[in-house]
């Protein structure tokens, strides 16, 4: 992955920040798909809250991708139903991971559409977002240096054009300001304050 592992390099916080302008693409299935990311969540593992790697859960077999090496994809069930990815960002054995929100559709809009069962909201939400790529968890610990999902590093998004806020749909740690996000794009829901 090289440039892309050093992409990854650093506080977990502003490689969240830093993902913003970044792009997923997906060859699932064979049919490409392009996103820029517009929004992120930082989970900084063993000491946060609201981290499936809190110290107070260890290591267990749904959150074991998040202490694999920087670069790999953790892909996990929310609510029963919907993937949701993540971007680990940690050195192997030290779980930490950004969680991919929003993303812009820039390639394959009709395959989205198609997946998703609906032409609007393709990528507002981790989970709107993961089947609009086509990924499941088939796709856990996955290299995102090789296809069929890989992450190209983008011009970084303004600091001026940059929201940040608590995160969204925890309970513990909610206010943290680790949410980085588009100012205005219409994927990106409002920040909680």
């Known amino acids: 992955m090289g440039r892309r592992r050093e992409f990854l390099d650093g506080d977990t916080a502003d490689v969240a920040r830093r993902l913003l302008g970044s792009t997923l693409v997906s060859t699932v299935d064979g049919s490409e798909t392009r996103g820029v990311i517009v929004e992120t969540e930082a989970y900084l593992g063993l000491a946060d809250p609201a981290s499936h790697a809190h110290v107070s859960k260890g290591r267990t077999p749904r959150n ?5 090496a920087r670069g790999t994809l953790y892909v996990y069930v929310s609510y029963g139903i919907h993937h949701c990815i993540n971007v680990v960002t940690g050195e192997e054995g ?3 991971a950004v969680l991919i ?3 812009d559709p820039v390639a394959g809009r009709e395959v989205m ?3 998703r069962k609906r032409d609007t909201d393709l990528c507002s939400g981790p989970g709107r977002l993961a089947q609009a790529l086509g990924i499941t968890m088939r796709h856990n ?3 995102l240096a090789r296809p069929p ?3 190209i590093p983008g011009t970084p998004v303004e ?3 940059t929201g940040a806020s608590g995160r969204i749909g925890v309970s513990r740690a ?3 300001p680790l949410r980085f996000f588009v100012k205005g794009h219409p994927a990106v829901k409002p920040p909680r304050w």
């Not at 074991?64 to 694999?68: E, R, S, V």
């Open 149 to 151: 999902v890989r992450l």
């Open 113 to 115: 559409a198609a997946r």
């Open 94 to 96: 030290v779980p930490a």
């Open 64 to 68: 074991d991708a998040m202490f694999a």
């Open 174 to 176: 909610a206010d943290w």
């Open 141 to 143: 610990y996955h290299d």
């Open 101 to 103: 929100r929003a993303l």
């Open 159 to 161: 600091e001026s054009k």
